[in-house]
């Protein structure tokens, strides 16, 4: 009888960041230390699952940074080959939410320019875009809530405030996979100019002739109230 010669796997437990390319590296070695490669071995944790044959140094490994936050067990097994038996180990994996940080620029807007925003972005610690999550802006008693786009980048249009000067608030909110952070941007609205017009007026004495005049803005809308 020719019996197999005993193999051991080993994991260390593993705390990782979610996305943050994170491994969970096995080795297994024979009764006497040796490392064994070509050795098929499976891992399992939550959902994932991978089967691929350890290096020449024993060593096989499964990224783990794809996992929703959270605690998991993994289980890894192999089942040897002709010359080694099987063998099993397990693993605590914690995966935790990941830091983002929020940035928004200061502007200087006019009343009334549809084209006046403050613009937000979110990334990650290293630097990469973070799209659908919610953020929060705040600036005077004008609120908005929307998610981010691929981009990262989300905004709020500031057309309708008064003139003045503003500290606007931007948040955005924790999810399942990342913190939520804040931070904050001046926002400065200036007066918008005005064009004063008129026809020219041909009349005679005391025929109740008008003058009239029109106030718009600079793009051709009527300013209505203005003394």
């Given amino acids: 009888v020719v019996y197999k010669i005993g193999a051991t796997l ?32 499976k891992f399992s944790i939550g959902d994932l699952t991978k089967t691929m044959n350890t290096y020449s140094s024993g060593k096989a490994y499964i990224a783990i940074s794809s996992l929703t936050p959270g605690e998991y067990i993994a289980t890894i097994k192999t089942s040897g080959n002709e ?19 929020l940035t928004a620029e200061n502007v200087v807007v006019t009343y ?9 972005e979110l990334k990650d610690i290293n630097g990469n875009p ?11 008693d004008l ?30 909110y924790d999810n399942k996979y990342y913190y939520g ?4 941007a001046n926002v400065v609205v200036n007066k918008a100019n005005t064009v004063l017009a008129t026809d020219i007026l041909v009349a005679s004495y ?3 002739s008008r003058l009239i005049v029109n106030l718009t803005d600079v793009n051709g809308n009527p300013v209505s109230g203005v003394k």
């Fill in 130 to 140: 973070i799209s659908g999550v919610k953020v929060k802006f705040t600036i005077g």
């Fill in 10 to 41: 080993t994991a260390s437990d593993v705390v990782a960041t979610y996305n943050d390319g994170s491994r969970l590296i096995v080795e297994l070695k024979d009764v006497n230390g040796n490392a064994l490669g070509g050795v098929k071995v």
């Fill in 206 to 208: 005391n025929d109740d």
């Fill in 112 to 120: 009334n320019d549809a084209d006046g925003r403050l613009i937000a």
């Fill in 83 to 101: 010359y080694y038996g099987g063998s099993n180990t397990i693993a605590d994996v914690v995966v935790n939410k990941a830091d983002t940080v």
């Fill in 181 to 184: 952070s804040s931070t904050t």
């Fill in 143 to 172: 609120t908005k809530t929307m998610n981010t786009y691929s981009t990262g980048k989300a905004y709020i249009g500031t057309s309708s405030l008064a003139p003045g000067v503003y500290v606007a608030t931007i948040t955005s």
